[in-house]
């Protein structure tokens, strides 16, 4: 017969002593000591006004009178406005124009500063296109007003000094479109090209030694081989260049409020003119609410086509 052996009793699990808890204990209190001005700062700053502004799209509201519950009316009276509809229509070609051209730019001078050169040269051109961008984008603004006034402009005064006359630039439409775009992408390409010096600079060299091999450089080989391995820093700056090209204010606020007409007015630009010209909370609200869906409608885009067109290594 075989012998049963007894089964031995589990051994009792020893609780952590005192000084162990009470030092895991305060260092639990030390972290949310810590992290409370942050998770407040965010709370009070951040999800409350966006739960505020939620709310408040279903209200009308004055400041003055108390909030009045109206339901979806103010997006029933955006959707007839044709003002809301043309900013929305300003937004979306300012997007596309001045997007495309910053994605361009960007990778040229980015491949151009990743090329053969020296190293202080190139500590050089990543400091002074990235300058821009720590700039206010109001003084901006103002100064490239000036530069571009019809009347007494440099830019004007140059091109009559070479033989061409002055140029509407900011007294019609497509010259301040014109100008708006161009003023933001020259502030605002710096961040996209550090992100593209970046994904260059990681790219493998012994991709390119074997593309020498095979003879393929210039065009193609940028076209080939650097475009596919950039293809996920493509898709980051396109991303976060679309969010904060929807959202544009200062530059088409400052140069040309809106004008001449309805023609450079943009969504943001409904917004703050709906809130603090109008005292039109409700509606403001309604029309940041539509924007945000946008935003997010046009970022699931995007990366729903990354999955055709962005190559991880």
């Known amino acids: 017969m075989a012998t049963v052996l007894p ?57 003055i009178s108390p909030p009045q519950f109206v339901g979806a009316e103010n997006f029933a009276d955006i959707a007839r406005d044709p003002v809301v509809r043309v900013a929305f229509l300003n937004t979306f070609a300012f997007v596309a124009l001045a997007v495309s051209l910053q994605l361009v730019v960007a990778m040229v001078l980015a491949t151009l500063v990743q090329s053969r050169m020296p190293t202080w040269l190139r500590a050089f051109f990543r400091s002074a296109l990235f300058f821009p961008l720590i700039l206010s984008a109001a003084s901006v603004s103002l100064v490239m007003a000036y530069l571009f006034n019809e009347d007494f402009g440099l830019v004007n005064g140059v091109l009559g000094a070479v033989g061409f006359g002055s140029l509407p630039w900011l007294t019609t439409p497509v010259g301040a479109t014109a100008v708006i775009v161009l003023v933001y992408v020259w502030q605002n390409f710096g961040f996209t090209f550090l ?20 003879g393929i450089t210039g065009w193609a080989r940028f076209r080939h081989i ?14 976060m260049a679309m969010i904060n ?21 943009t969504a943001v630009m409904v917004i703050f003119e709906s809130a603090f010209q109008r005292l039109e909370f409700g509606r403001a609200s309604a029309v940041g609410l539509v924007l945000t869906l946008v935003i997010v409608a ?5 990366f729903r086509l990354s999955r055709r067109f962005v190559f991880y290594q």
């Open 298 to 302: 046009v970022t699931a885009v995007q």
């Open 245 to 265: 090209a929807l959202q544009v204010f200062d530059q088409p606020y400052v140069l040309t409020r809106g004008g001449p007409g309805d023609s450079t007015r």
């Open 7 to 63: 089964r031995s009793a589990p051994a009792p699990t020893t609780p952590a002593p005192a000084p162990a808890r009470r030092r895991q204990r305060g260092r639990t209190v030390l972290a949310a000591v810590f992290l409370a001005p942050t998770i407040g700062g965010i709370a009070l700053f951040t999800l409350l006004p966006i739960v505020a502004s939620l709310v408040l799209a279903f209200f009308r509201w004055d400041i």
């Open 195 to 214: 992100l593209f010096v970046g994904g260059l600079a990681s790219v493998p060299r012994d991709v390119y030694e074997a593309c020498a091999v095979d």
């Open 226 to 239: 650097t475009l596919p391995l950039l293809s996920p820093t493509v898709l980051v700056a396109s991303v």
